[in-house]
Nanobody, 121 residues
Framework: QVQLVESGGGLVQPGGSLRLSCAASGSIFSINAMGWYRQAPGKQRELVAGFTGGVTNYADSVKGRFTISRDNAKNTVYLQMNSLKPEDTAVYYC????????????????WGQGTQVTVSS
Protein backbone atom coordinates (compact mmCIF):
# COMPACT_ATOMS: atom_id res chain seq x y z
CA GLN A 1 0.00 0.00 0.00
CA VAL A 2 2.87 2.35 0.80
CA GLN A 3 6.28 2.31 -0.81
CA LEU A 4 9.43 4.12 0.25
CA VAL A 5 12.06 4.51 -2.44
CA GLU A 6 15.52 5.64 -1.41
CA SER A 7 18.37 6.95 -3.50
CA GLY A 8 21.69 8.69 -3.13
CA GLY A 9 23.98 6.23 -1.36
CA GLY A 10 27.46 5.37 -2.53
CA LEU A 11 31.18 5.46 -1.82
CA VAL A 12 32.74 8.68 -0.61
CA GLN A 13 36.06 9.66 0.90
CA PRO A 14 36.31 10.88 4.50
CA GLY A 15 35.29 14.52 4.69
CA GLY A 16 33.05 14.19 1.67
CA SER A 17 29.32 14.66 1.28
CA LEU A 18 26.31 12.68 0.13
CA ARG A 19 22.63 13.45 -0.12
CA LEU A 20 20.02 10.77 0.42
CA SER A 21 16.44 11.02 -0.78
CA CYS A 22 13.38 9.03 0.20
CA ALA A 23 10.04 9.36 -1.54
CA ALA A 24 6.87 7.84 -0.12
CA SER A 25 4.06 6.84 -2.43
CA GLY A 26 0.86 4.83 -2.41
CA SER A 27 -2.38 5.06 -0.47
CA ILE A 28 -1.20 7.73 1.93
CA PHE A 29 -3.70 9.56 4.10
CA SER A 30 -1.15 11.23 6.35
CA ILE A 31 2.47 10.91 7.41
CA ASN A 32 3.02 11.33 11.12
CA ALA A 33 6.78 10.84 11.18
CA MET A 34 9.54 10.34 8.66
CA GLY A 35 13.25 9.91 8.99
CA TRP A 36 16.45 8.00 8.50
CA TYR A 37 17.97 5.09 10.40
CA ARG A 38 21.21 3.27 9.80
CA GLN A 39 22.65 -0.12 10.58
CA ALA A 40 26.33 -0.92 10.52
CA PRO A 41 27.60 -4.53 10.43
CA GLY A 42 27.24 -6.14 13.83
CA LYS A 43 25.34 -3.19 15.27
CA GLN A 44 21.73 -2.40 15.98
CA ARG A 45 19.72 -0.12 13.77
CA GLU A 46 19.80 3.43 15.11
CA LEU A 47 17.98 6.66 14.44
CA VAL A 48 20.08 9.13 12.48
CA ALA A 49 17.62 11.98 11.99
CA GLY A 50 13.87 12.34 11.77
CA PHE A 51 10.76 14.45 11.95
CA THR A 52 7.97 13.62 14.39
CA GLY A 53 5.19 16.14 14.12
CA GLY A 54 6.95 19.48 14.41
CA VAL A 55 10.03 18.11 16.17
CA THR A 56 13.33 17.30 14.48
CA ASN A 57 15.70 14.83 16.12
CA TYR A 58 19.32 14.00 15.38
CA ALA A 59 21.65 11.39 16.77
CA ASP A 60 24.41 13.05 18.78
CA SER A 61 27.01 11.54 16.48
CA VAL A 62 25.70 13.42 13.44
CA LYS A 63 24.70 16.76 14.92
CA GLY A 64 26.36 19.61 13.06
CA ARG A 65 27.22 17.40 10.11
CA PHE A 66 23.90 16.01 8.85
CA THR A 67 20.78 17.95 7.97
CA ILE A 68 17.35 16.47 7.39
CA SER A 69 14.78 18.30 5.31
CA ARG A 70 11.46 17.49 3.71
CA ASP A 71 9.14 18.37 0.90
CA ASN A 72 5.64 17.69 2.19
CA ALA A 73 4.05 18.18 -1.22
CA LYS A 74 6.19 15.35 -2.57
CA ASN A 75 6.14 13.16 0.57
CA THR A 76 9.90 13.21 0.35
CA VAL A 77 12.60 13.51 2.97
CA TYR A 78 16.25 14.28 2.36
CA LEU A 79 19.39 13.73 4.38
CA GLN A 80 22.34 15.95 3.57
CA MET A 81 25.45 14.35 5.01
CA ASN A 82 28.60 16.46 5.23
CA SER A 83 32.01 15.85 6.77
CA LEU A 84 31.46 12.12 6.50
CA LYS A 85 33.53 9.81 8.64
CA PRO A 86 34.38 6.12 8.25
CA GLU A 87 32.13 5.39 11.23
CA ASP A 88 29.18 6.70 9.20
CA THR A 89 29.50 3.63 6.99
CA ALA A 90 26.24 1.71 7.16
CA VAL A 91 23.08 0.79 5.33
CA TYR A 92 20.74 3.75 5.62
CA TYR A 93 17.01 3.06 5.83
CA CYS A 94 14.14 5.45 5.36
CA UNK A 95 11.23 5.07 7.74
CA UNK A 96 7.76 6.59 7.66
CA UNK A 97 4.85 6.28 10.06
CA UNK A 98 1.83 6.42 7.81
CA UNK A 99 -1.93 6.35 8.04
CA UNK A 100 -3.39 4.94 4.84
CA UNK A 101 -6.52 5.97 3.01
CA UNK A 102 -8.18 2.67 3.92
CA UNK A 103 -7.27 2.99 7.61
CA UNK A 104 -6.91 6.71 8.32
CA UNK A 105 -6.98 6.27 12.12
CA UNK A 106 -4.24 3.64 12.29
CA UNK A 107 -0.56 4.35 11.74
CA UNK A 108 1.90 1.79 10.48
CA UNK A 109 5.65 1.91 10.12
CA UNK A 110 7.04 1.42 6.63
CA TRP A 111 10.67 0.92 5.66
CA GLY A 112 12.65 1.48 2.52
CA GLN A 113 14.92 -1.16 1.04
CA GLY A 114 18.06 0.52 2.35
CA THR A 115 20.92 2.27 0.61
CA GLN A 116 24.58 1.60 1.30
CA VAL A 117 26.81 4.47 2.39
CA THR A 118 30.51 3.69 2.53
CA VAL A 119 33.05 6.22 3.75
CA SER A 120 36.55 5.11 2.92
CA SER A 121 39.76 6.37 1.39
Amino acid sequence: QVQLVESGGGLVQPGGSLRLSCAASGSIFSINAMGWYRQAPGKQRELVAGFTGGVTNYADSVKGRFTISRDNAKNTVYLQMNSLKPEDTAVYYCNARVATILQPRTKYDYWGQGTQVTVSS
